[in-house]
């Protein structure tokens, strides 16, 4: 059975409003919140078509809250950076006095004994806000609004456009072969497919087939590769700041001709060879994990190495074949 690996690309994104929701978030900068009429209720946050119908709304907004009461919660024990508060929280359904439907937000208790269904909470507002959901920092139990700090006030011009993080998760089938590739990595071994019609050799395995003679390639078409080469081409990557960037100061990553092939391994990491010293020509050897303590690296697009770190300089004279800034693949 075909196994999979599951993926998460997360990316910062900006998205403009309309007239309804961007009406919303520039009421939160003000303190206040809004509803759309849909028939006889009145929908928070407030939307363009009704969720139910698909009919579109008269754009009818009514104040609603600020003060609700909670309808159900879960409680977040273990908070990570993506979650509004820093300490353990609870999500709940608030349904805001002149809601019918509730919003979904954080109370902040402090404790799980101290939250129950029925509870009536009210917003605590940012004393900085920029029209965004989070203005509101957490509801807390009561019913009076509370500022943290000093209020600084709305910013006072229309809020159009709201920065957020877009995730895309997707699924990739792991041929066989890729995981023999990684497990060859833990025996400090590289392999590759050779074609035994074009005699083309394929590394990685994480694409079992020959394109050119459209052949697939099974375990009998393995070889092992060398553990030497010479780079070919770079890339030194300026880290910008974005969420989940690790990476502070500028990396390369380089592109590796292993001796006496035509294989070449592309965006590898380097180790012990500084940006400013990455040439083409540079001889380079494999640097592998202890074998008592295997790891998951990956390529700069994402191609499983296993235990292979990268490649570091072996001390040999450079290469000075002119035609090596062409070997890219
Ligand atoms: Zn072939």
Redesign the pocket.
Known sequence: MTRFVESTITFPYKRSLGPVTGAFMTALADKRILGVRSGSGVLVPPMEWDPVSGAELAAELVEVGPAGTVEAWTWVPEPTEAHPLDRPFAFAFIRLDGASVPLLHAVDTGSPAAVRAGMRVAPRWRGRRVGHITDIACFVPGEDAQVDGPDAGAPGQPVELMDYTAAVTYSTPVPEMADRAVAATRERRLVGLR??????VYVGGDRPY?P??A?ELGPDAEVDLPTTGTLTNFIVVEPVRYPGQTETEPFARVFVLLDDTEVVLTYQPVIDLPVHDIHVGVRVTAVWAPADAPVDTFSGIGRPMGSLLGWTPSGEPDAHDPDLVNRIY
């Open positions: 074609c035994p019609t074009c005699e083309r020959c050119v003679d052949l």
